[in-house]
């Protein structure tokens, strides 16, 4: 019994060093959820379509969102592995990789959602709806979006120093930067949505521009942090010195990294498809959908920032050549699910209660409280599955984490919601239900892959 615990259960320093990654990521992340949900509350209480416009467009910023952390992935493999050896000149050259691709993923992100604005929203706005509800949704939608646009940017280049000092295992000065954006939002919010201390009232569209302002700050911040702590991270001298890659490094990281970058497109794109496909059985659905989200959003911060922890301990032992990886992938795998059994009963006890708090009606508030149960249920699976997902990819394993993550979703999630929403008459409620449930073939999968050991690979 002795041996058993020891395979899934780590020493007290393995968890100090687990956490000491992870609590900065999740505090963080956990805050700006935290504010996302008060900022989608303050919208909520303004009206039903303005809800449904921001919900729209939050989901065609989640693609580009994913897409930017596609593009930083297969370098962060690398930053990973050559900080377990000590390698600034490796870790300089990856963050240069970072900076090039957020400026070009970036400024076409920006092209793209301005220029096809109104026909990206128009996909999940239905003729079944009234046409003044349609009408008065696309124009919240197209307003809300053509201001957000400016923040997208900055977002994308603070991706690129969080994620280099985070793989360097310094995850503390991120949450600092994270939590100032997100009080920033959170008054500015406060003050432009409703229009206090002599401002002007301006719904949705006062949400968009304290989100933009709280992106400037949270750049300012990270880039302030890591230039003016050279001595803790000397990747960063002379790293705008040129722009230079080594050619060997540059073509490792598109080969690793162009699977990622896929993978999270036609992973963010396909979820999208998944409330396009729920939309279709109406906008009181896109609006339970939103409300679910919201709330789902802060607890699932549990398994996302352990994820991320996953992949920057696995990655360094795996350049450090750690004997014990495979033990450890074991035990941080262990933890996070029973993290994500404690937090899913936390979500399901506050399932019947967030909901009211919406100025919307009760079809919609019921909707959302069962979505809110289903997403609690199946929370430590996906705990699972977003634990063995990390450890494919720290080993490299990006051809085979694109199988696992975007093509199921395509293959499997997109048409089974697709053929259910429109071509039977079951509930909403109990669609979502099986299209998550078809969830646990990606566990099954997982663990194989990892039980055999295929991500055990050195790639610096």
Not at 67 to 90: L, S
Not at 235 to 246: D, E, Q, T, V
Not at 262 to 271: K, L, T, Y
Request: glycine share 8%; charged share 10%; hydrophobic share 55%.
């Amino acid at each position: 019994m002795k041996v058993k615990h020891s395979r899934i259960i780590g020493s007290r320093q393995f968890y100090i060093r687990l956490l000491t990654i992870a609590l900065p990521i999740m505090v963080k992340q956990g805050i700006t959820s935290f504010v996302n949900m008060l900022d989608n509350i303050m919208v909520g209480r303004i009206s039903t379509p303005a809800m449904s416009g921001v919900a729209i467009v939050n989901q065609l910023v989640f693609v580009f969102n994913l897409i930017i952390f596609g593009g930083m992935a297969g370098a962060g493999i690398f930053t990973a592995q050559y900080y377990g050896q000590q390698d600034h000149e490796g870790i300089r050259a990856s963050f240069r990789f970072k900076i090039l691709i957020s400026l070009l993923l970036g400024l076409a992100g920006i092209g793209i959602l301005y220029f096809l604005q109104t026909p990206l929203i128009s996909l999940y706005l239905h003729e079944s709806e009234g046409s003044l509800l349609l009408a008065s949704t696309l124009e919240e939608a197209d307003r809300y979006l053509q201001l957000i646009l400016w923040g997208l940017l900055p977002f994308a280049l603070t991706q690129a120093y969080a994620s280099t000092i985070s793989e360097c295992g310094d995850t503390f000065p991120p949450m600092i930067a994270g939590i100032a954006a997100v009080l920033v939002n959170l008054a500015g919010n406060y003050v432009l949505i409703f229009g206090k201390f002599g401002m002007p009232a301006l719904g949705a569209a006062g949400a968009a521009i304290a989100t933009d302002i709280s992106r400037f700050i949270e750049l300012g911040i990270l880039v302030f942090y890591t230039h003016s702590h050279a001595r803790r991270h000397p990747f960063i001298r002379a790293a705008y010195r040129s722009l230079h890659i080594p050619s060997a490094l540059l073509g490792q990281i598109l080969v690793r990294g162009t699977p990622l970058l896929i993978n999270e497109a036609m992973w963010s794109m396909g979820m999208t498809i998944l409330v396009q496909n729920y939309s279709f059985r109406g906008l009181e659905v896109v609006a339970a959908l939103n409300i679910s989200t919201t709330i789902s959003n802060v607890f699932n911060i549990v398994f996302i920032a352990l994820g991320n922890a996953i992949a920057i301990i696995i990655g360094q032992e795996l350049g450090a050549g750690d004997p014990s990886v495979r033990e450890d992938a074991t035990r941080l795998t262990f933890f996070a699910v029973i993290c994500c059994v404690l937090s899913g009963a936390c979500l399901l006890a506050a399932a019947p209660l967030f909901p009211l708090i919406y100025n919307t009606e009760e079809t919609i508030r019921h909707t959302a409280t069962l979505l809110i149960i289903i997403a609690a249920v199946a929370m430590p699976m996906y705990a699972y599955e977003n634990s063995t997902y990390f450890i494919l990819r720290a080993g490299g394993k990006t051809l085979i984490t694109f199988l696992f993550d975007a093509c199921f979703i395509w293959v499997v999630s997109i048409p089974l919601s697709f053929v259910l929403s429109r071509y039977t008459a079951l509930p909403i409620v109990l669609v979502y239900a099986l299209v998550q449930a078809s969830e646990i073939i990606k566990c099954i999968f997982g663990f194989v892959l990892v039980h055999k050991g295929v991500w055990v690979n050195r790639i610096t």
